[in-house]
């Protein structure tokens, strides 16, 4: 990524001729102003603004986005950026994004506006992504800094930042490298030019130096604010993922619309069942329909009460609750073939109410069309008239109706508006069934189904199947079918490899997948080598990006060599070694997490709408909604609404979801909360603390060219 910072270089008479305000005083009215809590985000095209508008629309706060590369944009000038409501000056926007500290030509007047903006209302500025150069703060990095990668460094927050916006984390930030053959982070490390007033949040150490360079820092110049950024990253990377939150609260001083949290619920399917055995020899699965050589055998993988006291220590260790999708038939037949004996349920049983249920049909028949398997791949089965036959309602119905007095008469402990169907059937799949059964929705609303769990691979988003509303899951590539390490990496293997290495060509016949392999993995080292890594990194992503969808794995997983583990002990260990105890992984169960999506989707249909307003004046936060609409905030601690407290407390600040009844909601901040800014009253100040900066260009110095960010 290439681009261009150019400074402007203004004088104070120009400042308030671009806000357009009056040269003597800024407004007649000295009352605090009105602050509508929304972010301008300017954009030139590039991956760091795309990141911060990404982390914006995850938590549900409002911005209004300006594409420098389109034509017809808008224009930024005064009457764009503030304006008077009913006698009270009001400032637009609450912070400013811009994609580095100065990106437009020399002379703008668009970026003179924005300075007079930001001195008269103490809005302030975020610069996504910045050269290091004394406009920004910062010495060039030939002056003992550095320009390059840091793919693999750790990073750390000071003491500022800790103390400061970024006090959610433990302290490091470590630079992602996945692929040693691919630059995935570039920097500029430097230290602040004498005089300036610059506090670093998070620095790195100066590769062959025993100094450390900022990497985000805070300006404070010409009566502005300035968030400093000088790596470039996009909106999946992991070390933004992290800071992510602190940008938004520095630019928002804690007072914005939307809530983030960071989720992690898993569901286990098929417990008190036995799920078949992947065939290293045939590569494929005997038992599944598509695996019709004459010589597969099923072996099937079942947990034991031993697994079972595993799961129960592990929960108690990492403080979070497995939610078991469970088929009561499994362990009916299993005492039918052992004399009545079932030990695994048994403990299971006595063990009910460390775990949370969900009703996952009672033999995990598939639930769609009538499957026709006398080909492969499967299809759906026809009558003579070519018409698809459908599995009932009535054989719907009885599969989870079955399984939910089963599951009572064991005392399980369920929420009864909660299923998963077997292999999510029922609800469409491709290639071969793209529609509903038309039966699945009578049989959810003859058994009060309100939440349907579905197949994130497939349908990331929600939607209706009746009476309820689907929960996408995402699916880990721990499979179903292994209970043992050196089985999942022969699969693995024959999925992710070429045809001429041994494996199925899938990835040939397909190439955007991204789990494709170069070279066969080790059958002794691939699990903990190779998979395990890319899996934790793959579910802390989803972690770390304010999505609440669960993940599912399965029994099989559980048991044997207890491959899930690993991976799961990976994600939160690793969590817990990056963020402060105020900031916890949430464990919502499945109807917490089908509600909340709802909300969400709700919220941002009113926000493009334009049916929400807000804005702050002095201590008093005000939101216009519509009634039943519930609204988002994050507020700092103390913060009340109607007098009593508002939110509750996560990473630092109180936060939450307040129903709309169509007036407008007050909201009233702490005492220490950051004032609200008074609207300047003479001219905006011009002086910077200290000498002024060296502005020369050193020898050598070019455009900063940033190598491309990784997907």
């Known amino acids: 990524m290439k681009r261009t910072i150019r400074t402007t270089v203004l004088t104070v008479g120009a400042l308030i001729a671009a806000l357009g305000l009056p040269a003597g005083t800024a407004h007649a009215d000295t009352t605090a102003p009105r602050v509508d809590l929304r972010v301008l985000v300017v954009s030139d095209g590039g991956p760091a603004t795309d990141a911060i508008a990404a982390e914006l629309d995850a938590a549900g706060t409002p911005y209004t986005e300006i594409d420098l590369t389109q034509a017809g944009r808008p224009v930024i000038d005064g009457g764009f950026l503030a304006d008077t409501v009913d006698g009270r000056p009001r400032a637009r926007y609450q912070a400013v994004v811009l994609p580095n500290d100065n990106p437009f030509p020399a002379g703008s007047t668009e970026m003179a506006a924005l300075v007079a903006y930001e001195q008269t209302y103490a809005v302030p500025q975020v610069d996504a992504y910045t050269y290091a150069r004394p406009e920004a703060g910062l010495q060039y990095p030939v002056y003992g800094g550095y320009s390059g990668s840091l793919d693999g460094v750790r990073a750390s927050v000071t003491t500022a930042g800790l103390a400061g916006p970024f006090g959610y984390l433990d302290g490091s930030v470590p630079f992602e490298d996945n692929d040693p053959a691919v630059g995935e982070s570039y920097a500029y490390l430097s230290t602040p030019v004498a005089g300036a007033d610059f506090t670093s949040y998070v620095d790195a150490p100066v590769p062959g130096r025993a100094t450390r360079g900022s990497l985000v820092g805070e300006y404070r110049h010409d009566g502005r604010r300035e968030l400093v950024v000088t790596f470039v990253y996009n909106r999946y990377q992991q070390q933004f993922r992290l800071l992510a939150r602190g940008i938004v609260e520095w630019m928002t001083g804690g007072v914005h619309l939307g809530v983030s949290r960071n989720y992690f619920a898993v569901h286990v399917d098929d417990v008190f069942a036995a799920d078949d055995r992947w065939n290293t020899a045939l590569n494929c699965t005997p038992g599944d329909v598509d695996c019709t050589d004459p010589n597969a055998v099923p072996d099937p993988i079942r947990m034991t009460p031993a697994d ?404």
Not at 549 to 573: C, K, M, T, W
Not at 628 to 655: D, E, I
Request: hydrophobic residues 35%; negative net charge; charged residues 20%.
């Open 308 to 711: 079972v006291d595993h799961a129960v220590s592990w929960q108690q260790e990492h403080g979070v609750t497995l939610d078991f999708a469970y088929n009561g038939a499994g362990s009916v037949d299993h005492r039918e073939d052992n004399g009545g004996a079932d030990p695994l349920a048994d403990k299971l049983i006595a063990e009910r109410d460390a775990f949370r249920w969900i009703n996952h049909t009672y033999t995990h028949a598939f639930l769609g069309c009538v499957q026709d398997t006398s080909v492969v791949p499967w299809k759906c089965a026809t009558d003579t008239g070519g018409t698809t036959r459908w599995v009932s309602r009535n054989e719907i119905a009885d599969e989870i109706a079955t399984n939910r007095v089963w599951g009572e008469t064991a005392g399980l402990p369920l929420e009864n508006d909660e299923l998963v169907t077997g292999e999510h059937s029922g609800m469409k799949v491709l290639p071969q069934q793209p529609v509903d059964n038309p039966n699945l929705a009578l049989a959810l609303d003859d058994n009060d189904i309100a939440w349907l769990g579905s197949d994130n691979s497939r349908e990331p988003e929600q939607r209706s199947v009746g009476p309820a509303t689907t929960v996408p899951r995402y699916p880990m590539n721990v499979f179903y079918n292994a209970g043992r390490a050196a089985e999942q990496v022969d699969e693995y293997n024959w999925i992710y490899t070429s045809r001429a290495q041994g494996g199925s060509g899938i990835c040939e016949d397909n190439p955007a997948t991204t789990t494709c392999l170069a070279a066969p993995l080790d059958p002794a080292t691939g699990y903990t080598g190779h998979i395990v890594p890319l899996e934790t990194r793959i579910a802390l992503g989803h972690v770390l990006s304010n999505d609440p969808r669960p993940h599912f794995i399965h029994q099989s997983n559980l048991a044997e060599d207890r491959i899930a583990y690993p991976v799961l002990s990976g994600v939160l260990d690793g969590y817990a070694a990056l963020f402060a105890d105020d900031t916890p992984v949430v464990n919502p169960r499945m109807s917490e997490i089908g509600t909340e999506l709802g909300r969400r989707a709700a919220w941002r249909n009113a926000l493009e709408a334009g049916q929400v307003a807000a804005h702050r004046i002095g201590d008093t936060v005000t939101v216009e909604a519509p009634a039943g609409l519930p609204v988002p905030a994050t507020l700092p601690t103390g913060s009340t609404l109607n007098g009593s407290s508002f939110g509750a407390p996560y990473a630092g600040l109180v936060s939450g979801w307040t129903p709309s009844d169509g007036t407008p909601l007050a909201l009233t901040l702490p005492a220490s909360a950051p004032t609200a800014p008074a609207p300047v009253t003479g001219a905006p100040a011009a002086a910077v603390t200290g000498p002024a900066p060296d502005t020369r260009v050193p020898a050598g110095v070019t455009e900063p060219v940033a190598s491309p960010a990784g997907d």
